[in-house]
T-cell receptor, first 115, second 114 residues
Framework: AQKVTQAQTEISVVEKEDVTLDCVYE???????LFWYKQPPSGELVFLIRRNSFDEQNEISGRYSWNFQKSTSSFNFTITASQVVDSAVYFC????????????FGSGTRLSIRP | EAQVTQNPRYLITVTGKKLTVTCSQNMNHEYMSWYRQDPGLGLRQIYYSMNVEVTDKGDVPEGYKVSRKEKRNFPLILESPSPNQTSLYFC?????????????FGPGTRLTVT
């Protein structure tokens, strides 16, 4: 069975601190995609990144970076120098190439950045 | 502009009163899905469709119906809503070509059933 675990339910940090959101996934498939989405207080889902299972390179986009490690089945997300606008719920998700019908979401991590 | 639209965005209704949430996409996508989001549970798939007249159950289909008569539309129907269907609903679509696994989500519909 496939599963995505985000063990951190809520995180609160002071602005300008770095913060890492953990994501652990389970699948026996060898071809899959991993995602991160941001859900700000307004409620919409904002796509942040997609990674396929054959690309383990870390990625950096401004203050955001992602660490994909197949050996530990993890796809962690780090925000450097956090800002109040980063406050949101963040979802990690998994999609299997063999099962085109859906994305499997983690339960989400609520991130609060205090000024 | 490529987009998925949902209507209404907010809805408060009473138990048992049939309702429909519409979803439309303008990208000629084959795949469309409905998800519900509940606190602590993330998003769970309700129904999906792989093309016109092809639909199937997701993880939590009880109490919902869907139809796919046109490629662009995928309405979600609650024949007899109950309070446990109070949730945030998302429609999503994706294509099968170069955008494989690039899902587009609608803005969400917040439903309250009293």
């Amino acid at each position: 069975a496939q599963k995505v675990t985000q063990a951190q339910t809520e995180i609160s940090v002071v602005e300008k601190e770095d913060v890492t959101l953990d994501c652990v996934y389970e699948t026996r498939d060898t071809t899959y995609y991993l995602f991160w989405y941001k859900q700000p207080p307004s409620g919409e889902l904002v796509f942040l990144i997609r990674r396929n299972s054959f690309d383990e390179q870390n990625e950096i986009s401004g203050r955001y970076s992602w660490n994909f490690q197949k050996s530990t089945s993890s796809f962690n997300f780090t925000i450097t120098a956090s800002q109040v606008v980063d406050s949101a719920v963040y979802f990690c998700a998994l999609a299997l190439y063999s099962s085109a019908s859906k994305i499997i979401f983690g339960s989400g991590t609520r991130l609060s950045i205090r000024p | 502009e490529a987009q998925v639209t949902q209507n209404p965005r907010y809805l408060i209704t009473v138990t048992g009163k049939k309702l429909t949430v519409t979803c439309s996409q303008n990208m000629n996508h084959e795949y469309m899905s409905w998800y519900r989001q509940d606190p602590g549970l993330g998003l769970r798939q309700i129904y999906y469709s792989m093309n016109v007249e092809v639909t199937d159950k997701g993880d939590v289909p009880e109490g919902y119906k869907v139809s796919r008569k046109e490629k662009r539309n995928f309405p979600l129907i609650l024949e007899s809503p109950s309070p446990n269907q109070t949730s945030l609903y998302f429609c999503a679509s994706r294509g099968t070509g170069g955008t494989f696994y690039e899902q587009y989500f609608g803005p969400g519909t917040r439903l309250t059933v009293t």
